[in-house]
């Protein structure tokens, strides 16, 4: 069983017809975004208008590129996906707030969560759905989250090698203070997804190269990331293992083999995890390697929930205060934010029934968790899978930290489902809200 992905052969990427490269171009500028901008800065002399042209010009010749695509499209009957609800309801919430709720002002200019920083930009996190719906072909599309994740490792390595030189992370605390940390709060995440990848790539294709890239991806997670990014790696553990076994022809078998695996697995670890957290903080200890993850383990406060339980409790009494339909876009900042600097309430159910309120934001919770149940029972197909493995996964970081609106895999997620779904409709023979236009 293995993924049908050319990604190590660019040749095979430049036979694709002139409208799928074009798809392909704008997915790299879209998720190595980072890396693209980092290397003009390097390359381009400096001028008045170089950061202008980064920003700006940047997404003009996105926006040019994505609009020729449509109407290539359009003209051509290419099939796609519609996600225009999607972004009806996301953008008609924000301007919604826009209208009614000047009161939010001060967070719709914040200095980290402004709309300028994360929704106006094509490179935002909102705008993967759209990217990520422009193909057409889930092959293609494996082959660009493969090809950006290789290319992602590099820009993560240089900025570990940044980090190394200056010596510390920088990042807002809870109280809006500018620290200098051991350890980068959102690096972690932003490596663990390379870490799910090439955990996938190797499960499934069982290729050295991908084991040496996993293992880079994952002491950079280790050394330099909290201890979020280690429990949306084992949900993808979880899922892969899954994924691989439901294959097997003798369900029973299959059954009973997964159940007493589970069972040996609980029993090793609880009689082992003493010795092995002895053993484990005796190693980190002597090797003087620094992370957050590390550093709890180490100071026996891993499992503390670093404010969580306080803000939850305000998020609880905003959802009971809330009503039927919630405080709109951005409502939890305006009074979370008072207390805490970020102001999210660092859950997505939280912030959606925050937001959206209990009927409206129940409703989409509802759809959102059937579609995922729906795909991963119901689908079989392997790289449809893999994409979902490595979204989802990523995604789980939203029950434990950041806001739904800033992270880009959760609209990656959406789009998968999306695109799947489509896909069953058509061959179904039935139009529904995800379903294929022509």
Not at 47 to 58: C, H, I, N
Not at 73 to 78: E, H, I, N, P, V
Not at 171 to 181: H, P, Q
Not at 307 to 330: C, K, P, Q
Request: proline residues 2%; glycine residues 8%.
């Amino acid at each position: 069983m293995q993924l049908m992905v050319q990604y190590d052969r660019i040749k095979d990427i430049a036979k694709y017809k002139i409208i799928d490269k074009l798809i392909f171009v704008v997915g790299i500028m879209y998720i190595c975004s980072e890396l693209i901008k980092g290397a003009l800065r390097f390359i381009l002399p400096a001028f008045s208008l170089r950061e202008f042209f980064l920003s700006t010009g940047y997404d003009c010749i996105m926006i040019f590129l994505i609009g020729f695509i449509y109407a290539v499209s359009y003209a051509s009957k290419r099939k796609k996906a519609r996600v225009w609800p999607l972004y009806m309801i996301a953008l008609g919430a924000i301007f919604w707030s826009l209208l009614f709720h000047p009161e939010y002002s001060e967070w719709f200019n914040h200095q980290s969560y402004s709309l300028n920083k994360y929704f106006w930009h094509v490179t935002s996190p909102m705008w993967g759905l759209l990217i990520l719906s422009l193909f057409t072909d889930k092959e293609k599309m494996a082959t660009l989250i493969v090809f950006s994740g290789r290319l992602n490792l590099i820009w993560r390595l240089y900025e570990y090698k940044e980090y190394l030189q200056r010596g510390y992370w920088s990042a807002y605390m809870g109280d809006g203070t500018l620290a200098r940390l051991d350890y980068g709060l959102n690096y972690g995440y932003q490596v663990v997804i390379l870490v799910i990848l090439f955990l996938g790539l190797f499960v499934y294709n069982k290729k050295p190269i991908d084991l040496v890239f996993l293992m880079v991806a994952l002491a950079l997670v280790i050394v330099c990331g909290s201890r979020g990014p280690l429990i949306c790696i084992a949900i993808a553990s979880l899922m892969l293992f899954l994924s691989k076994w439901r294959k097997k022809e003798a369900t029973r078998f299959r059954f009973f083999s997964i159940l007493l695996l589970l069972i040996i697995g609980l029993v090793v670890f609880v009689v082992s995890v003493p010795i092995l957290v002895n053993a484990v903080m005796t190693l980190l200890g002597r090797s003087g390697l620094q992370g957050r993850a590390i550093e709890m383990l180490l100071n026996g406060t891993i499992t503390d929930d670093s404010g969580r339980s306080r803000i939850n409790e305000m998020a609880y009494d905003m959802i009971r205060n809330g009503g039927l339909f919630g405080y709109g876009f951005y409502g939890d900042r305006y009074v979370i934010g008072q207390t805490w600097y970020y102001g999210y309430p660092h859950n997505v159910f939280l912030e959606l029934l925050i937001q959206f309120g209990i009927l409206g934001g129940s409703i989409i919770i509802i759809i959102l968790v059937y579609h995922l149940i729906r795909m991963m029972i119901r689908c079989n197909d392997v790289t449809w899978q893999f994409l979902l493995i490595i979204m989802f996964s990523a995604s789980v970081k939203l029950w434990l930290s950041d806001s739904f609106w800033y992270y880009w895999p959760f609209w990656g997620l959406i789009a998968i489902l999306a695109l799947w779904n489509a896909e069953q409709r058509k061959a179904d023979g039935r139009k529904r809200l995800f379903a294929i236009k022509k």
